[in-house]
């Protein structure tokens, strides 16, 4: 059966569109985000991360987007493909207690052929 | 050498036993951190060490031993656990601890305790 609290968000869509994943972060005095990608097995790979003096920072197919006004971040992956399949998770950085980073609750991407 | 490694992959432990994970990275980096991550949950946070300097402690219970014995290396030493510290236990490393840079994951140890 099911149970309470193991439910990741999953966004799924066709391989060859583009997929946006969201992420709502607590701290406003947040100054640096990060997107990792997490396959199943496998711990988080870096994808892509920004500053809060940047409202946007391009990569190879990956954007994050980042509004500060309303604490929102998202990754824009176009062209996605099966390979991008996994769970994504958003982490922030205070600043205030060197690096240390807490993570988001995951959003789980499938990629349909 | 852009690599976190952690051995062993897996570990089946007693609620009685003693056991060590071990994680290396020769990036150079001078901050390692170790995480717990449950199914389906994000990585938690449970030590930070910062120039071989145990710096955060995230509350860990201390059937938990952190060791650093060098800036390659960090050691995660368990004692009497309990069934629900089974998880992945991921270990990460930074060029600083003290200022904001990438974290570098290693694969993890799956833990599971009977």
């Known amino acids: 059966g099911e149970s309470v609290g193991l439910h990741l968000p999953t966004l799924s869509v066709q391989e060859g569109d583009n997929s946006i994943i969201n992420c709502a972060y607590s701290?406003?005095?947040?100054?640096?985000f990060i997107w990792y990608k997490q396959e199943s097995g496998k711990g988080p790979q870096f994808i892509i991360d920004i500053r809060s003096n940047m409202d946007k920072r391009q990569g190879q197919r990956v954007t994050v987007l980042l509004n500060k006004t309303v604490k929102h971040l998202s990754l824009q992956i176009a062209a996605t493909q099966p390979g991008d399949s996994a769970v994504y998770f958003c982490?922030?950085?205070?600043?205030?207690?060197?690096?240390?980073?807490?993570f988001g609750g995951g959003t789980r991407l499938m990629v349909k052929p | 050498d852009t690599e976190v490694t952690q051995t062993p992959k897996h570990l089946v432990m007693g609620m009685t036993n003693k056991k060590s994970l071990k994680c290396e990275q020769h990036?150079?980096?001078?901050?390692m951190y170790w995480y717990k991550q449950k199914a389906k949950k994000p990585p938690e946070l449970m030590f930070v060490?910062?120039?071989?300097?145990?710096?955060i402690n995230e509350s860990v219970p201390s059937r938990f031993s952190p060791e650093c014995p060098n800036s390659s290396l960090l050691n995660l030493h368990l004692h009497a656990l309990q069934p629900e510290d089974s998880a992945l236990y991921l270990c990460?490393?930074?060029?600083?601890?003290?200022?904001?840079?990438?974290?570098?994951f290693g694969p993890g140890t799956r833990l599971t305790v009977t």
């Open positions: 701290n406003s005095a947040s100054d640096y």
């Open positions: 990036m150079g980096h001078r901050a």
């Open positions: 982490a922030e950085n205070t600043g205030n207690a060197g690096n240390m980073l807490t």
């Open positions: 990460a490393s930074s060029l600083s601890g003290t200022s904001v840079s990438e974290q570098y």
């Open positions: 060490y910062s120039y071989e300097k145990l710096s």
